[in-house]
C-alpha cells in the first residue's frame, strides 16, 4: 500500500501557536495597560485546551467546535491573570487569534512540495472556518479540511482519524499522518495510519524543549517538512 | 450584511461534465469495440443522478456518497446500453470520469479574482475525495471542500446548506450560493442565502440549451465567473 494522502496536525505541527497567539494577546491587550508574560498567557491559553475537549470526547457535553472551547477557556483565563474590563467584541477578537498562527519557517516549502504527490488534508482539532481563514492568511495549500468538526470527534478519538481516511476513499494504511506530537501519532497508528513525526522543539518555547521519541518509534521521525518531502521522495 | 464566501455548485457551473464524461467513456470504451453516441451516454449517466439521490433524500436508503451512485447508476446504464463485459476495476476506473472533469474556461481565472476576496467553498452533491480529485487535476482553488457528504444530505435538502453556512461560521446572507441551475439557487434562497446565477448554456450539449431565467429572479446574474468578480467588485 503506497501512501496517497498526508494528514496533518495543525497547531505546533504546521503553525506556531504559541508566539503567534502572544503577539495577539500582546496587540489587543498592551494598549489597555495590560503588563503579562505573554508566552505563559499563551501557555495558560493551551493548557485548558485538552481538558475541554477531553468532556466533550468523554460524552459529558455534545459536540461544540474549539473557537466555542477556546472562547470558554478565555474567559477563565482572562479572569484568572486579572484581566477585566473586555468587551464581548473584544473577547471575540482575540478569541480569534488561533485564526491567525504563522507557519514554522520550513512549513510552505515543504507543504509544496509535498503537495506534488500527496493530498494533503488537515486532521486538526479545530474547527472548519479557523482552518480556513489560517491558510488563507500564512497560504497553506491544503487540498481539503477535515478533522474533528467535520467527523464530529476529537483526536485521539478514532472517528477522527477514521472519518478522515473514509472521505479520502483511502484505507488507513494509505494515509501518513504528520505531528509534532506523539499521542497523536500514535492514537493514529491504532487505527491503521502510518505516522510521521515532525520535531517541533521550540513549541513551548525556548525553555521547555519537547522531548524526542525513541528512533524508530514511527515510521518517519524528521526535523522538517522539507526533509520530510526528502524521505518520501516528493 | 456583506458576502464573505461564495459556495460553489460543482457539476456543470464550474466544470463541464457532459464533454469529460464523454470523452473519458469513449477513451474507455471504444478500444473495446463499443461505438455509442458519447454524449448521450454523458446524458443518460446524468439523467439517473437526480432520481438517485432523492431516494436517499426521502430515507428510503441511508446516506451513501455519490460515487456510489453513480456507480450504481453506471452498472445499469451500460447494460441499457449493450456495454457488457467489463470487469469491476474498469468500471471503477469509469466511475471515475467523474473525478476528471474540466473547468469552463473562465473558471480558473474567474475562481482566481474571486478568492482574492471572499472564501471559496464548493456546495457539491460531489463526495469529499470526488472534488479533491477534481481539484487538484483542474487547478481549482477551493479554500475548503463542503456539501453532500460533509452535511450529510443532498442538495436541495436545507441541511446541506444550513451546513455550509454553520462550518463556515457565517449567517446565510453572508454567503453566495453560485450556480447554473435555478433549482440549486432557489433553494439556497430559501434558506437565506444570496444567489448568482451563471449560464452555462452548453452544458446539456450544443443542442438543448439551458433555459435563462427572467431578469431579477437571482441577486446577480452573469454569463460567467469573470463578469462575477467584475459585479462583486473582486
Same mark, same amino acid.
Given at each position: 500500500m503506497e501512501?496517497?494522502?498526508?494528514?496533518?496536525?495543525?497547531? !505546533?505541527? $504546521?503553525v506556531? #501557536?504559541?508566539?503567534?497567539v502572544?503577539?495577539?494577546?500582546?496587540?489587543?491587550?498592551?494598549?489597555?495597560?495590560?503588563?503579562?508574560?505573554?508566552?505563559?498567557?499563551?501557555? !495558560? #491559553?493551551?493548557v485548558?485546551?485538552?481538558?475541554?475537549?477531553?468532556? $466533550?470526547? =468523554?460524552?459529558?457535553?455534545?459536540? %461544540?467546535? @474549539?473557537?466555542?472551547?477556546h472562547?470558554?477557556?478565555? %474567559?477563565?483565563l @482572562?479572569?484568572?491573570r486579572? %484581566?477585566?474590563? @473586555?468587551?464581548? %467584541?473584544?473577547?471575540?477578537?482575540?478569541?480569534l487569534a #488561533?485564526?491567525?498562527?504563522?507557519?514554522?519557517?520550513?512549513?510552505?516549502?515543504?507543504l509544496?512540495?509535498?503537495?506534488?504527490?500527496?493530498?494533503?488534508?488537515?486532521?486538526?482539532? !479545530?474547527?472548519v472556518r479557523?482552518? $480556513?481563514?489560517?491558510?488563507?492568511?500564512?497560504?497553506?495549500?491544503?487540498?481539503?479540511?477535515?478533522?474533528?468538526?467535520?467527523?464530529?470527534?476529537?483526536?485521539?478519538q478514532?472517528?477522527?482519524y477514521?472519518?478522515?481516511?473514509?472521505?479520502? =476513499?483511502l484505507?488507513?494504511?494509505?494515509?501518513?499522518?504528520?505531528?509534532?506530537?506523539?499521542?497523536?501519532?500514535?492514537?493514529?497508528?491504532?487505527r491503521?495510519?502510518?505516522?510521521?513525526?515532525?520535531?517541533?522543539?521550540?513549541?513551548?518555547?525556548?525553555? =521547555?524543549?519537547?522531548?524526542?521519541?525513541?528512533? !524508530?518509534?514511527?515510521?518517519?521521525?524528521?526535523?522538517?517538512?522539507?526533509?520530510?518531502?526528502?524521505?518520501?521522495?516528493?
Open positions: 501512501i496517497q494522502a498526508l494528514t496533518f496536525d495543525v497547531f !505546533g505541527t $504546521v506556531d #501557536w504559541r508566539s503567534s502572544a503577539r495577539e494577546a500582546e496587540a489587543l491587550l498592551a494598549p489597555k495597560g495590560h503588563a503579562l508574560d505573554w508566552g505563559d498567557f499563551a501557555d !495558560g #491559553w493551551r485548558r485546551y485538552a481538558p475541554a475537549m477531553a468532556k $466533550v470526547s =468523554r460524552g459529558e457535553r455534545p459536540f %461544540v467546535i @474549539l473557537d466555542d472551547l472562547r470558554e477557556n478565555l %474567559v477563565e @482572562l479572569a484568572e486579572g %484581566v477585566a474590563g @473586555l468587551s464581548d %467584541v473584544e473577547i471575540d477578537e482575540l478569541n #488561533w485564526h491567525r498562527l504563522d507557519p514554522w519557517p520550513d512549513a510552505l516549502e515543504g509544496a512540495r509535498l503537495r506534488r504527490r500527496f493530498i494533503l488534508a488537515t486532521l486538526s482539532n !479545530g474547527n479557523l482552518m $480556513v481563514d489560517m491558510a488563507r492568511r500564512a497560504g497553506l495549500p491544503w487540498d481539503v479540511i477535515l478533522g474533528a468538526e467535520v467527523a464530529r470527534s476529537y483526536k485521539p478514532p472517528e477522527a477514521d472519518a478522515a481516511a473514509r472521505m479520502l =476513499r484505507a488507513p494504511a494509505e494515509c501518513l499522518m504528520v505531528a509534532a506530537h506523539p499521542s497523536d501519532l500514535a492514537a493514529a497508528a491504532e491503521g495510519f502510518r505516522t510521521a513525526y515532525v520535531a517541533r522543539p521550540l513549541e513551548y518555547g525556548p525553555e =521547555r524543549p519537547a522531548r524526542r521519541p525513541d528512533p !524508530g518509534t514511527f515510521d518517519y521521525q524528521v526535523e522538517s517538512f522539507i526533509e520530510l518531502a526528502e524521505a518520501l521522495g516528493a
